[in-house]
């Protein structure tokens, strides 16, 4: 079964940091591109960034909001993602959802897997 | 960055009616557009892709058009399931990917 799941969340104070992992099963996770989604609670989605695979070059993009504080990694060893949050804010709260990034030979990019989600909540 | 306007923002329908949700680019994205639907605590599940390209095991209730700036989104049919949240989201820039605010489909 394609399956995604996250974990990692939790409350943290303004200014600390939490890890995010993403564990990943039923298919080659070595080829995929990985982002991670979020969702502020009761507002829409907004891609957080991604990684490529390393054979693609295995670099990453990240949303403006983020940049420079977020680090999306990857061990294809354990099939599992990973989103370093850094220097927390409390507009950052939100669920963080991993998905793959996928594409149908032209059509595409699209987000087809998605894990459950992992809360994360930055308070003091 | 390539804003998604999405209307419209919130939809009254009853079950059989036929439904039509639009989304706007802020420029063109060719056919990098697509949408997905949201159950309250769930996660997005990927509908359309490519603009028209109904994604596998997704009814063939659902249909999507459009390419360059303008898309929309059609329920033939609605079903009792079918009230969610839909979003757009473009894949246009590959770099930056945006969604729309979401439109959330009511029962009326």
């Known amino acids: 079964e394609v399956q995604l799941v996250e974990s990692g969340g939790g409350l943290v104070k303004p200014g600390g940091s939490l890890r995010l992992s993403c564990a990943a099963s039923g298919f080659t996770f070595s080829n995929a591109w990985m982002s991670w989604v979020r969702q502020a609670p009761g507002k829409g989605l907004e891609w957080v960034g991604r990684?490529?695979?390393?054979?693609?070059?295995?670099?990453?993009d990240y949303a403006a909001p983020v940049k420079g504080r977020f680090t999306i990694s990857r061990d294809d060893s354990k099939n599992t993602l990973y989103l370093q949050m850094n220097s927390l804010k409390t507009e950052d709260t939100a669920v963080y959802y991993c998905?793959?990034?996928?594409?149908?030979?032209?059509?595409?990019?699209?987000?087809?897997?998605w894990g459950q989600g992992t809360m994360v909540t930055v308070s003091s | 960055d390539i804003q998604m306007t999405q209307s419209p923002s919130s939809l009254s329908a009853s079950v059989g009616d036929r439904v039509t949700i639009t989304c706007r680019a802020s420029q063109s994205i060719s056919s990098y557009l697509n949408w997905y639907q949201q159950k309250p605590g769930k996660a997005p599940k990927l509908l359309i892709y490519a603009a028209s390209s109904l994604q596998s095991g997704v009814p063939s209730r659902f249909s999507g058009s459009g390419s360059g700036t303008d898309f929309t989104l059609t329920i033939s049919s609605l079903q009792p399931e079918d009230f969610a949240t839909y979003y757009c989201?473009?894949?246009?820039?590959?770099?930056?990917?945006?969604f729309g605010q979401g439109t959330k489909l009511e029962i009326k």
């Open positions: 990684i490529k695979s390393k054979t693609d070059g295995g670099t990453t």
């Open positions: 989201q473009q894949s246009y820039s590959t770099s930056m990917y945006t």
């Open positions: 998905t793959t990034e996928n594409s149908y030979g032209p059509k595409g990019p699209f987000f087809d897997i």
